[in-house]
């Protein structure tokens, strides 16, 4: 059974950092061909904020975390992680951990990557709150 597990929310003030991490169970992530982070703000859509193809080694990140986010994978722990640095209160929202299997090519990956229609397996999520 593909089950994705998100740890490592939780409260910080502005400036701070976090780290997630995204536990896969049920296969292994260098079989993926896209892990990705999505946040969900209250009254928001859910948006991609950074991916990564564990097949491929391609990277990709949305313009408002670009400098201050970094994805990146243990493949031996099967976990994907979510490095946020230098936090802003616009970036408190429930962060979810989505992967896929399909593959067609890295210039489709490159433009679908941040996209939620192309994920098929999501994990519950993980609150993060930033305080000015």
């Known amino acids: 059974q593909v089950q994705l597990v998100e740890s490592g929310g939780g409260s910080v003030q502005a400036g701070g950092s976090l780290r997630l991490s995204c536990a896969a169970y049920?296969?292994?992530?260098?079989?993926?061909?896209?892990m990705a982070w999505f946040r969900q703000a209250p009254g928001k859509v859910r948006e991609g904020v950074a991916a990564l193809s564990p097949s491929a080694g391609l990277t990709v990140y949305a313009d408002s975390v670009k400098g201050r986010f970094t994805i990146s994978q243990d493949k031996g722990k099967s976990t994907l992680y979510l490095q946020m640095n230098s936090l802003k209160p616009e970036d408190a929202a429930m962060y979810y951990c989505?992967?896929?299997?399909?593959?067609?090519?890295?210039?489709?990956?490159?433009?679908?990557?941040?996209?939620?229609?192309?994920?098929?397996?999501w994990g519950q999520g993980t609150q993060v709150t930033v305080s000015s």
């Open positions: 989505a992967a896929d299997f399909r593959w067609a090519g890295a210039v489709r990956w490159y433009r679908e990557a941040l996209s939620r229609d192309v994920y098929n397996y």
């Open positions: 049920g296969f292994t992530v260098s079989s993926l061909s896209s």
